[in-house]
């Protein structure tokens, strides 16, 4: 006789899920330098996300995430204006940063390396994303969640981000190197059909 119990508990953990991003408890951050001293911070306010997740075989998931570039915050109004403009963003006319994943790599027992197309103002570049699994449990709801961070650093030059400003002392007024770290809690769907 099968323990159903166990059955389901076993499916979860060594089958297909999918897993959606909770945008209330997940955050795409980013950071530059700014004058070559400082650092500036900054994040977006609508990210979305979804893990296709093969328990048995990590390396056979998949990862896409979107978000939404209108929505940059650095805390600065005139700044975040600039940011959205053509010099950078361009969310007029690129509304969306997008990434899908193309390879999973497993390098510890809850931490990962995800290779995949970023895709800024229309251009895409491959960026590698050091991810770590923080933890699982279930919410107030019953709902299977996992949290994660992941962080990678960038070239804005790379994606025609090249906006700048010499200083009188030397150096430039913003950074050329992107850190860019999304926290993220994802929650599991239940399986239709």
Known sequence: MTDTANTTATEQTTGHSTWTLDPAHSAAEFSAKHMMISTVRGAFHKVEGTVDLDEANPENSTVTGTIDATTIDSRQADRDKHLRSGDFLDVENFPEITFKSTKIQAKGTDEF?????????????????????????????????????????????????????????????????????????????????
């Open 113 to 193: 390396l995800i290779t995949g197309a970023l895709t800024i103002r229309g251009t895409a570049h491959p960026v590698t994303l050091d991810a770590k699994i923080e933890g699982r449990g279930k919410n107030p709801w019953g709902k299977d969640i996992m949290a994660f961070h992941a962080s990678t650093k960038i070239n804005r030059k790379d994606w025609g981000l090249n906006w700048n400003m010499a200083l009188e002392a030397g150096g430039v007024l913003v950074g050329e190197e992107i850190k860019i770290e999304v926290f993220g809690e994802l929650i599991r769907q239940e399986a239709q059909g």
